[in-house]
Structure formats: C-alpha cells, structure tokens
C-alpha cells in the first residue's frame, strides 16, 4: 500500500486523509499510520487540518517504496528487502535462499558492517554513498556454467551505468567494473549446488556511486573512484538500482533460455581485457603473464603466455600492464 499511497502523495497539491482512504479502500486511521510510518522512513510529508497531507521530499535511501514504482521487471525485486545496516546483504540473503526466498528476492543495505569481495576480502562502502545489493538466482543450469553468471551481471550493470550517466564502463576480468583504469564496483557470486544441479546462486554488486574519494582508504585511492567523482556531480541509485535489476534480469533470461555466446560479444566489446598484456596471480602457481587473446564459451580467459604457449585460465587476479591491443589477424592467426 506504500507505493500506492506515495503515488497519491506525488500528484501534487494538498490531499486529505478521507480521499486517500477512498482511493486505497482503508480508514483514514490506517491512512494516518502509513503516513507516520512513512515519516519515520525520511519522507517529509505536511499535514493541515484543512487541507490534508501534502509530499514535500524523499530520503535518498534505496527503498522499495522508491525502487518499484520505476522498475520494469517481472521477477527480479520482486520482493525487495531493505536494511539500514546489516553485517553483509551476502550472508543475509544466502539465508534466505536457504529458507527457500524466491528467485528475484533482492537484499539491499545502506551500510555493512562486513561487505564482501572475492576471495574473502572485504568490501568497503560508505553508508548511503553507494549500492550493496545481493539478488537470489535459481537458474536450471549445471555449476560449471556458473562462472558465467557474473559476466552477464557485469554486462547489466555497464549498461546500466550508460543508461543513467554519460560515462564509459569497462570491465575487467572476472568481476571488476572500472571507469578511467579505476575500480568502480565488483561481483560477487556464491553458490550451494549438487553434483548436476544449482540450488541457489546469491550474486553480489558494490558499486561506489557518490562516495568521495576522501572517504575511500588511503591506501586504494591511487585505483578507486565513484561515478560522481568520474562525472563530477551525484548520481541517483534509485536509477542505477531499477535500471540494474531490468539489465540483468533480460539477460539472465537469455542466458539462461538461449546461451552465454550474444553476451559473450558484449562482453567482449565493453571489456579492457581482451587484448592487453597482463600479469595473473592468486592462482596456486605464482604469478603468470602474457597477452589476452580471447575468452571461450565457458567464461575462461585464453592467455598467451611469454613462451608463446596459450593457458586457459579459469580464475585468477589480474593486473594489466603495458596495454596492447590485438589486430583481428592476430586473433585468427
């Protein structure tokens, strides 16, 4: 009833307590309770006795009264659950995937206390700066395929981005979104499966959006930004996040219906990897470089290596060196 309730409130003008409970079906006493609930959220919202209730703003807080009414999805964000702060939107959803959440069910936090990254590292973010959000997945498909998942989750959220600011996006192998050769936002997956088959996959977004760069760790600010510090001005999340969540949930539905190989080329096209020379590490076998040449069907990088020799590399951290970019001949040849 919130939303439909705001959406009365955003008409504009005055509105009393008597005519929004006649277009919601309730008593003005219920209408008098989500109005303070509302209140309590960061609406500002006038009353007269006279004249009714009149909107005045919104919090800059992603939720789902301010996510749903602009989202064009179907199954993803439907439900959206919002926390002021939690330890991680990761473990909290993969318990709820456990508990049997829906696929689409959306976990969105202002602030964590501790955020996750790859591997195990944590995730800094600045309460109500940037967006933490993990989404419940349950595709029908074999865990070998779910490397996939954030490549197609970094495609969305570029496009995203493009949609709702001017910038330019690129993405690093595996999971890393960056603007200018800094480190914007990160992917997570985590996934509990069988031998065949997926029971869940809880994939995780950080995405610095309006976060200072004196608010980043001194240490990371020489290969971090934001999107306001790239574009020099704010940038709404309830945007990003309803423009995401659309993204991501049409190309999970081709990906999961028709294959990886169309998102595979955007891919490709958005990326800063394919064709640079980089250096691999975290692999179990000391550090590794070479030339990117391409990546498979499956997700996996093709390296060529000094000694010419090609190492599909399936996971790994990656740094870029002297950039070089790979003629079509080279790639065929």
Excluded: C
Excluded at 158 to 163: L, P, R
Excluded at 179 to 188: A, D, F, Q, R
């Amino acid at each position: 009833m919130d939303s439909e309730l705001l959406q009365a409130l955003r008409e504009g003008g005055h509105i009393s307590g008597e005519e929004l409970g006649r277009r919601l079906n309730v008593t003005r006493t219920a209408i008098w309770k989500r109005i303070n609930r509302l209140r309590g959220l960061g609406y500002e919202i006038t009353s007269s006795p006279r004249r009714g209730y009149s909107f005045m703003s919104a919090p800059d807080l992603l939720l789902s009264e301010e996510i749903e009414p602009g989202l064009r999805t179907k199954i993803f964000g439907r439900p959206i659950i919002f926390y002021s702060e939690l330890s991680s939107t990761q473990d909290t959803a993969k318990e709820l995937a456990r508990k049997g959440a829906k696929e689409g069910t959306v976990v969105i936090a202002e602030n964590q206390t501790q955020g996750k990254g790859r591997k195990g590292r944590e995730w800094s973010s600045a309460s109500g700066q940037g967006i933490q959000i993990s989404v419940i997945l349950r595709p029908r498909l074999r865990p070998s395929q779910s490397i996939q998942i954030p490549l197609v989750a970094g495609v969305a959220m570029a496009q995203a981005i493009i949609e709702v600011t001017p910038l330019k996006p690129r993405i690093k192998w595996p999971n890393d979104l960056m603007i200018g050769g800094k480190k914007v936002g990160g992917i997570l997956t985590e996934m509990n499966a069988e031998i065949d088959r997926i029971d869940y996959v809880v994939l995780g977004v950080g995405l610095n959006v309006n976060t200072p760069q004196s608010l980043f760790p001194k240490e990371i600010r020489r290969i971090a930004t934001s999107l306001a510090e790239e574009l020099g001005g704010p940038v709404s999340r309830v945007r990003l996040v309803q423009s995401f969540l659309t993204e991501f949930e049409g190309l999970y539905e081709e990906f999961t219906t028709s294959g990886f190989q169309t998102i595979r080329e955007r891919w490709k096209a958005m990326s800063d990897t394919i064709g640079a020379w980089v250096e691999l590490s975290d692999m179990g076998e000391g550090k590794m470089k070479g030339r990117v040449l391409d990546m498979d069907m499956e997700g996996a990088l093709l390296l060529e290596k000094e000694d010419q020799s090609i190492e599909r590399i399936l996971a790994g951290d990656i740094s870029l060196r002297e950039s070089s970019v790979v003629t079509q001949k080279e790639l065929t040849s």
